[in-house]
């Protein structure tokens, strides 16, 4: 059986309107050069931030605690830059998920949430707390 190859593109958005909807802020994260223009007419290209490059796809702020999300499909890997930048976040205190799709996100979601919370707790979608 063959398996079809998902794009990375796909995954951001099923992962960014995923966490949108349960109301998690977030954003997308893309290092690309900037156009230079006069007019209509593009001049050229503003050369991207070198320290930007290798960022996550995808933050977000979830219980408090920054979380990068790099987006890769099934036989994507990361570059260097990528796992520099996953270090760097690690080492400030940021949680830094590698997802291939939203499944990953959600359980990291869940995992995080039953670290946090106590038994018997639950955050409903517009952020309250709730006893049960």
């Known amino acids: 059986m063959k398996t079809i190859e998902v794009k990375e593109s796909a995954i951001q958005r099923a992962i960014l309107d995923n966490l949108t909807w349960r109301g998690i802020l977030c954003w997308r994260s893309q290092a690309i050069p900037v156009p230079i223009r006069r007019g209509r007419a593009i001049l050229g290209l503003r050369r991207v931030d070198p320290q930007l490059i290798g960022m996550p ?28 930048w996953q270090a760097k976040i690690q080492r400030a205190g940021g949680r830094y998920i590698l997802a291939r799709s939203w499944d990953d996100v959600e359980k990291y979601l869940k995992d995080e949430i039953m670290l946090v919370l106590p038994p018997g707790t639950l955050i409903a979608r517009d952020g309250t707390v709730v006893t049960l």
Not at 64 to 78: A, D, H, P, T, Y
């Open 57 to 84: 796809d995808i933050m977000m702020l979830h219980l408090g605690r920054f979380v990068g999300i790099e987006v890769k499909s099934l036989r994507g890997r990361q570059r260097l830059e990528q796992t520099d």
